[in-house]
């Protein structure tokens, strides 16, 4: 049928309900529920004549009804409004048309500040230029709270999973009838799941200058950080849509591993440095060791520290117990012998110089006194003699036992001495890769910082 000269549709509607949405592809299908009024003059009549009869309901086929087509439409088999439902006409011939309606519409995704970014979906239906016909938005009058939102202002935000919602309808050029989804993300999932270990993961790899040069592997470490890293930026980048600028925090995560990159090869020329011999020149000492190490908050490196006791009192304690052990070594079978002689002549038994008694035993100077006394004599040289045949052997087990344990105590003494040296020795390379770790540290923590403000500026240019 043909339409009524020079009609104005007022239109109100809500938005219901988000069906689906997909971020990458940045297209939404929402559930819509639109009310399209207009005047049709063709559709008076006297209530009076027709049995008080004010308002009847046709199927919207069998009158005129404005044809709207989707704007930004993303289903093909979408053509337009169902045409088929039932349309209330009143006497006056006002014709009121009520669709619900599924649309699948593109969005505009700002993904910059992921995961606080924003969505924003247009779905406008317009009807054919060639018509004068007049759209105008007008307020709902059903009753529902949600029909009494004045055109062109948002609704109060609504909670939809994983986003927060609000709704605005609008006349486009008196040509449009437009709703408007407004979407915010709601950041806390995305910051306890991405941003978090990310920021967490940047801290850690500061333990990459503080880790000792000499024990666990810096440059796995970093690798392995890094790596983590690219999990992080991969993830980013499956969910949000490929745009023109990279989203902030992806781009900031790039610029960290590119730091990370960059200290990496710092730190493996400090672990190179480490390993050197040597020394500094007296103006490279000077800049590094004093200057720049004061500057890190390390002090002065090129003053003379008092030399430890422990290498001298080490090499006393080997003296002294290696001169005790020589002392026992030298004691000798003829020491041992004049011990003995020694005995005998304090208790006053040495049968070489004992002589007989002149008081009570001149009575016994018969011939068997004489061989009784030449028998104590004999008795005496062979216990002399086993005497003599045991100092021996004990000297002997003596001499041994002491070499031995001089010569372990001397080695020992020795390695622990080499140690001790070893371990105490520092170099003047060692002092600058301790003062590079920590300018390389400062250097670190200072760029991240930086980085941030600078990758949001550059990033929205």
């Given at each position: 049928?043909?339409?009524?000269?020079?009609?104005?549709?007022?239109?109100?509607?809500?938005?219901?309900?988000?069906?689906?949405?997909?971020?990458?592809?940045?297209?939404?299908?929402?559930?819509?529920?639109?009310?399209?009024?207009?005047?049709?003059?063709?559709?008076?009549?006297?209530?009076?004549?027709?049995?008080?009869?004010?308002?009847?309901?046709?199927?919207?086929?069998?009158?005129?009804?404005?044809?709207?087509?989707?704007?930004?439409?993303?289903?093909?088999?979408?053509?337009?409004?169902?045409?088929?439902?039932?349309?209330?006409?009143?006497?006056?011939?006002?014709?009121?048309?009520?669709?619900?309606?599924?649309?699948?519409?593109?969005?505009?995704?700002?993904?910059?500040?992921?995961?606080?970014?924003?969505?924003?979906?247009?779905?406008?239906?317009?009807?054919?230029?060639?018509?004068?016909?007049?759209?105008?938005?007008?307020?709902?009058?059903?009753?529902?709270?949600?029909?009494?939102?004045?055109?062109?202002?948002?609704?109060?935000?609504?909670?939809?999973?994983?986003?927060?919602?609000?709704?605005?309808?609008?006349?486009?050029?008196?040509?449009?009838?437009?709703?408007?989804?407004?979407?915010?993300?709601?950041?806390?999932?995305?910051?306890?799941?991405?941003?978090?270990?990310?920021?967490?993961?940047?801290?850690?790899?500061?333990?990459?200058?503080?880790?000792?040069?000499?024990?666990?592997?810096?440059?796995?470490?970093?690798?392995?950080?890094?790596?983590?890293?690219?999990?992080?930026?991969?993830?980013?980048?499956?969910?949000l849509p490929v745009k023109g600028a990279l989203p902030f925090f992806a781009t900031l995560?790039?610029?960290?591993?590119?730091?990370?990159?960059?200290?990496?090869?710092?730190?493996?020329?400090?672990?190179?440095?480490?390993?050197?011999?040597?020394?500094?020149?007296?103006?490279?000492?000077?800049?590094?060791?004093?200057?720049?190490?004061?500057?890190?908050?390390?002090?002065?490196?090129?003053?003379?520290?008092?030399?430890?006791?422990?290498?001298?009192?080490?090499?006393?304690?080997?003296?002294?117990?290696?001169?005790?052990?020589?002392?026992?070594?030298?004691?000798?079978?003829?020491?041992?012998?004049?011990?003995?002689?020694?005995?005998?002549?304090?208790?006053?038994?040495?049968?070489?110089?004992?002589?007989?008694?002149?008081?009570?035993?001149?009575?016994?100077?018969?011939?068997?006194?004489?061989?009784?006394?030449?028998?104590?004599?004999?008795?005496?040289?062979?216990?002399?003699?086993?005497?003599?045949?045991?100092?021996?052997?004990?000297?002997?087990?003596?001499?041994?036992?002491?070499?031995?344990?001089?010569?372990?105590?001397?080695?020992?003494?020795?390695?622990?001495?080499?140690?001790?040296?070893?371990?105490?020795?520092?170099?003047?390379?060692?002092?600058?890769?301790?003062?590079?770790?920590?300018?390389?540290?400062?250097?670190?923590?200072?760029?991240?910082?930086?980085?941030?403000?600078?990758?949001?500026?550059?990033?929205?240019?």
């Amino acid at each position: 049928s043909l339409a009524p000269e020079n009609v104005t549709i007022n239109f109100t509607g809500i938005g219901e309900q988000i069906v689906d949405l997909d971020e990458k592809r940045e297209v939404i299908v929402a559930a819509l529920a639109i009310k399209f009024t207009w005047q049709d003059s063709r559709l008076k009549w006297a209530p009076t004549y027709y049995g008080g009869i004010e308002t009847f309901s046709v199927p919207g086929s069998s009158i005129w009804t404005p044809a709207f087509t989707v704007k930004r439409n993303a289903d093909a088999g979408q053509q337009g409004l169902q045409t088929d439902v039932p349309v209330r006409v009143s006497s006056d011939g006002l014709v009121e048309w009520s669709v619900e309606t599924l649309t699948t519409t593109l969005c505009d995704a700002d993904p910059f500040f992921f995961p606080a970014d924003t969505m924003e979906c247009h779905i406008c239906f317009s009807t054919a230029k060639a018509l004068e016909q007049t759209i105008h938005c007008h307020r709902g009058s059903s009753g529902r709270d949600e029909d009494n939102i004045p055109c062109d202002s948002f609704t109060d935000a609504v909670d939809e999973g994983e986003w927060y919602r609000q709704d605005k309808i609008f006349a486009k050029d008196k040509k449009e009838a437009c709703f408007v989804l407004q979407l915010s993300r709601v950041p806390l999932f995305h910051i306890a799941t991405t941003v978090g270990p990310c920021v967490i993961l940047i801290v850690l790899m500061t333990i990459t200058f503080i880790m000792p040069l000499d024990r666990g592997d810096r440059i796995a470490y970093g690798v392995t950080i890094q790596l983590t890293m690219v999990v992080s930026l991969v993830f980013v980048t499956e969910v949000l849509p490929v745009k023109g600028a990279l989203p902030f925090f992806a781009t900031l995560i790039i610029v960290s591993m590119a730091l990370m990159g960059i200290f990496l090869f710092f730190t493996l020329a400090v672990l190179i440095l480490h390993d050197k011999g040597g020394s500094l020149s007296p103006a490279t000492k000077v800049f590094f060791l004093r200057y720049m190490a004061r500057l890190v908050l390390l002090g002065d490196l090129t003053e003379e520290k008092p030399a430890d006791d422990n290498e001298a009192a080490m090499d006393n304690s080997d003296t002294d117990l290696t001169n005790h052990a020589f002392n026992a070594h030298d004691m000798t079978v003829d020491d041992l012998e004049g011990t003995t002689e020694i005995w005998f002549h304090e208790s006053g038994n040495d049968p070489r110089t004992t002589t007989s008694p002149s008081t009570s035993q001149t009575s016994f100077d018969s011939a068997s006194g004489s061989s009784d006394f030449l028998k104590l004599i004999a008795s005496v040289e062979a216990v002399r003699a086993e005497m003599k045949q045991t100092a021996k052997a004990v000297t002997k087990a003596l001499n041994n036992g002491t070499e031995k344990l001089s010569q372990a105590v001397k080695s020992g003494t020795e390695e622990l001495v080499k140690a001790v040296k070893n371990e105490e020795e520092v170099t003047d390379y060692i002092l600058l890769t301790k003062v590079l770790d920590r300018l390389c540290l400062v250097l670190y923590i200072i760029s991240i910082i930086a980085a941030i403000p600078m990758t949001m500026h550059l990033g929205r240019k």
